[in-house]
């Protein structure tokens, strides 16, 4: 009982795409987990999502596309990120990728990235391992 | 590890309206850290003007939405806003689903506000002491106004109830059998009742209602709660709403009963505090939590009573030095 840490995950979907399911079920598999989620839901701008993560003092950002736009926004949160000195702030994303884009983005420095049909158990343990 | 130096920089910062500093604040106080103590009391020692306004009501019934309309309402007049979302942690994975800030995204991205989602961590966490501890950074951040989201269902969130000086009690059209066996209960609570979805059917119905039971009720201080019907979703009533709510502060101000109300709030976070500070104790001197289980057991059969049992535990904590003799 007595108050643990928590780590929180600041979950968004970035962009025009409106398809929320995934991301949805994430946040309750996290939650699960023992996670705080934060639910930021569709239509957010990266400037946005770092600005919450700044209030929220999230320990990671997870985002989620569909339509095939996850280098240039990986890119784009990488800097964001370094530009305000928030290194620390882990970067999840998923989506449909491919693997050659799956090893793009580790190279940009996205900490785990997750294609559709991840399982629970494996998703979990990751992010548990990065956090 | 945080000193001097750095909790001056902390202080500096925060009172400068730095967002990374007052978050850092924040969880320092969430996750219990010692340091965070000596902030706050710096941070207090100057008192702050914010008014505080506490929003409550069942799920769905439109909190966040009216909350991003109030805030608005502030904003356009160029006021500072914080807002506090307060949302329950699971018991059994000790997560929580926090998602009133989706229901903002209106006003969320203004560089004039601070929105924090708050999870209630269990009831030794202290849910009104760190509600209470955030309204007091952001008040010290420079918000003219801080806002708090709490369902008011249960101990702990009713008592997140009594940081803010003015209470909205939101209900919906369809709530009025439900009210009427709340009764004192809601009354307890509610310094403005906001009827929201009044774009639905039975709106007036439950307005009848709430004046019956706020008719019953024996309020102190001669202040009548108004009802206001609002569409959060449209924006409609809102004027009358904040009207309604700014009448209140002034009121609570002029009746000294704003003075009283802080002190209520920092009584509650005594207890919590010592409440906490007692199970952190009782934990590193006997492990407690892991024995919990078998004293239940011995209770439950028997074996010893609930006084006794108490009496030992205290004995062998040296929370009681030896049994009593003067009785
Ligand atoms: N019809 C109607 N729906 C509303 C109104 N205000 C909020 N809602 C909807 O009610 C749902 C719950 O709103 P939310 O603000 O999340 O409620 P909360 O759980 O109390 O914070 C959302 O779908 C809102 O769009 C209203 O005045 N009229
Ligand atoms: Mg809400």
């Not at chain 2, 207090?44 to 909190?63: C, L």
């Not at chain 2, 003219?144 to 209470?167: M, N, R």
């Not at chain 2, 001669?222 to 449209?234: F, H, L, S």
């Not at chain 2, 009283?260 to 009782?282: D, G, H, Q, W």
Request: aromatic share 6%.
């Amino acid at each position: 009982m007595k108050a643990a840490k928590k780590k929180r995950v600041i979950l968004a979907k970035v962009g025009l795409d409106g398809h929320d399911n995934g991301i949805r079920i994430v946040s309750k598999w996290l939650m699960d987990g023992g996670y705080e989620v934060i639910y930021a839901g569709l239509y957010n701008t990266p400037e946005r999502i770092i600005q919450m993560t700044i209030e929220e003092n999230a320990d990671a950002i997870g985002v989620s596309f569909l339509s095939g736009e996850h280098l240039f926004y990986a890119g784009k949160f990488k800097s964001l990120l370094g530009q305000k000195d928030m290194g620390h702030v882990k970067l999840i994303m998923g989506g449909v990728i491919t693997p050659e884009d799956v090893e793009a983005l580790k190279g940009l420095g996205v900490d785990a990235v997750f294609t559709p049909g991840t399982r629970r158990d494996v998703l979990l343990s990751k992010i548990d391992s990065i956090m | 590890m945080t000193d001097r130096e750095s909790i001056e920089n902390i202080i500096v910062n925060i009172r400068k309206g730095n967002k990374w500093f007052a978050s850092k604040l924040m969880s320092m106080v969430e996750d219990g850290a010692y340091e965070s103590e000596e902030c706050l009391r710096i941070l207090r020692s100057t008192p702050g003007q914010a008014h505080i306004i506490g929003v409550t009501g069942w799920p769905g019934v439109g909190k966040s939405t009216l909350i991003s309309r109030i805030a608005r309402f502030f904003l356009d007049k160029d006021k500072q806003v914080g807002i506090i979302a307060v949302d329950p942690t699971s018991p059994i994975s000790g997560g929580s689903l926090l998602g009133d800030r989706e229901r903002m995204r209106e006003i969320d991205g203004d560089e004039r506000l601070f929105i924090r989602s708050m999870a209630t961590r269990g009831h030794a966490g202290g849910i009104a002491a760190n509600a209470n501890a955030f309204v007091r950074i952001m008040e010290a951040m420079g918000k003219d106004v801080i806002i708090i989201e709490t369902v008011g269902v249960g101990q702990d969130q009713v008592s997140v109830c009594y940081v803010a000086d003015t209470v909205v009690m939101t209900v919906i059209p369809g709530m009025g059998d439900y009210l009427q066996a709340l009764k004192a209960g809601i009354m307890e609570v509610g310094d403005v009742f906001a009827v929201n979805k009044a774009d639905k059917k039975g709106v007036d119905e439950v307005v009848m209602d709430l004046r019956m039971i706020i008719g019953m009720s024996i309020r102190q201080n001669d202040w009548n709660p108004p009802i206001v019907k609002t569409v959060a979703v449209k924006g409609i009533g809102i004027d009358e709403l904040m009207a309604r709510i700014e009448r209140h502060r002034e009121h609570i101000a002029q009746c000294g009963k704003l003075f009283s109300k802080r002190i209520t709030a920092v009584k509650l976070e005594i207890m919590e505090a010592l409440e906490a500070r007692f199970f952190r104790l009782l934990n590193e001197k006997i492990d407690f939590e892991e024995k919990l289980e078998g004293y239940a057991q011995q209770v439950l059969e028997g074996k010893t009573d609930r006084h006794t049992l108490l009496e030992s535990i205290f004995r062998e904590t040296g929370i009681v030095q030896q049994e009593r003799s003067d009785r």
